[in-house]
């Protein structure tokens, strides 16, 4: 048991701390976070060939243009006082339906208490005193409380719809011109935000739209869509960067302003089962064209009819731009009005992306 005491244990009691030197070592030489400091993001990344190539092929191409969109009841006819006065009768109520020239309230207008005429003196009935001159009759006593005469008029509806926004009541006052209530058609519409560069887009072509309804099985044809414009443009805010994105990607370039001057809007037929509030998708046709050329949208980069593709300079080793004309944007495809030739080989992918596959290209792409 002596040997034990004097030889084992000091050599259990060495293994211990050799243990605990080892770990304090790793821990000041090898940190768990050597690899990844902290704060460090990482990010997925994709390899791909930066100069794989492609050549344009011909192939049928169709453009959309997807809108969200919100159904909003159409504007409706505010029914103005024609004179001021109390209110005596009121004939509907809100959520009444009404034809033109239905009464809805009726007004009561104070008139002023005609004046009775004095006998004119020295006229033919007059009566003569002794001494020949005519005898003034007393005045009559005025009466204390003449009793006032009213006008009253009716308010009709100046066209058919349904009584919205009638805040007033019986005995309460209203001036001539004033708002009293709304008449709403009872229609809706689908109106959809646009960019200036989706208006743009728009601009002399005849729209065509359909929307996809929760309550309908196929899309809904829009009857006459049209555009309004706003008749005050916001001046846009920058958007806040994250601290991390100091960053560019040659070849992507922005979508839209993001301001919203105008909006598409869709009349709802008749009879379509819808409420206000609902969002709805709108799709509007661009054109489609047959055997046209086109390119993949990761090659090129631009912005409406201006874009630019890359082929490879086997002199100096280097991407060489070519400006080059669009046309309709398709689903991963763009059609190349001018500035290929076919069988022309161009890069698969804009120079200096990293991931080509997770980006619109092109500008605005819809």
């Given at each position: 048991m002596e040997s034990v005491r004097r030889y084992v244990f000091p050599i259990v009691w060495m293994l211990i701390f050799a243990v605990i030197a080892l770990a304090l070592a790793k821990l000041a030489f090898f940190p768990a976070?050597?690899?990844a400091g902290e704060g460090d993001e990482l990010y997925p990344t994709a390899e791909f060939d930066q100069y794989a190539t492609v050549v344009p092929e011909s192939g049928d191409i169709?453009?959309?243009?997807?809108?969200?969109?919100?159904?909003?009841?159409?504007?409706?006819?505010?029914?103005?006082?024609?004179?001021?006065?109390?209110?005596?009768?009121?004939?509907?109520?809100?959520?009444?339906?009404?034809?033109?020239?239905?009464?809805i309230l009726q007004v009561r207008v104070p008139q002023e208490?005609?004046?009775?005429?004095?006998?004119?003196?020295g006229?033919?009935?007059?009566?003569?005193?002794?001494?020949?001159?005519?005898i003034t009759a007393p005045a009559p006593a005025a009466d204390p409380s003449p009793a006032v005469e009213y006008l009253y008029l009716n308010l009709t509806a100046p066209e058919a719809g349904k009584i919205?926004?009638?805040?007033?009541a019986e005995w309460q006052t209203t001036s001539a011109g004033e708002p009293v209530a709304t008449l709403s058609p009872g229609t809706y519409s689908i109106v959809a935000d646009l960019t200036p560069e989706q208006q743009l887009d728009l601009l002399d072509t005849e729209i065509k739209a359909t929307a996809d309804l929760p309550t309908a099985k196929d899309a809904v044809p829009c009857a006459a869509p049209s555009i309004t414009e706003d008749e005050k443009v916001e001046e846009p805010t920058a958007p806040q960067q994250p601290e991390d994105a100091g960053f560019d990607m040659p070849g992507i370039e922005p979508a839209g302003s993001g301001i919203s001057a105008a909006q598409l809007r869709c009349p709802v037929p008749e009879g379509t089962k819808i409420v206000p509030g609902l969002s709805v998708k709108v799709s509007v046709d661009l054109g489609s064209a047959s055997g046209v050329m086109t390119v993949p949208t990761t090659a090129v980069e631009g912005n409406g009819t201006d874009g630019t593709v890359y082929v490879f300079d086997e002199a100096t080793g280097e991407p060489t731009p070519v400006p080059v004309t669009l046309g309709l944007r398709g689903e991963g495809v763009v059609q190349i009005v001018e500035?290929?030739?076919?069988?022309?080989?161009?890069?698969?992918?804009?120079?200096?992306?990293?991931?080509?596959?997770?980006?619109?290209f092109g500008g605005g792409m819809w």
């Open positions: 976070n050597a690899v169709t453009s959309t243009m997807a809108l969200d969109a919100i159904v909003q009841p159409d504007a409706g006819t505010p029914v103005l006082a024609k004179a001021s006065g109390e209110i005596t009768k009121i004939w509907v109520k809100n959520g009444d339906t009404v034809a033109k020239g239905d009464r208490p005609a004046m009775p005429e004095a006998p004119a003196i006229s033919d009935t007059a009566e003569l005193g002794p001494d020949g001159e005519p919205t926004g009638l805040t007033l500035g290929l030739q076919e069988g022309q080989e161009i890069l698969q992918f804009v120079p200096g992306v990293d991931n080509p596959e997770g980006a619109m």
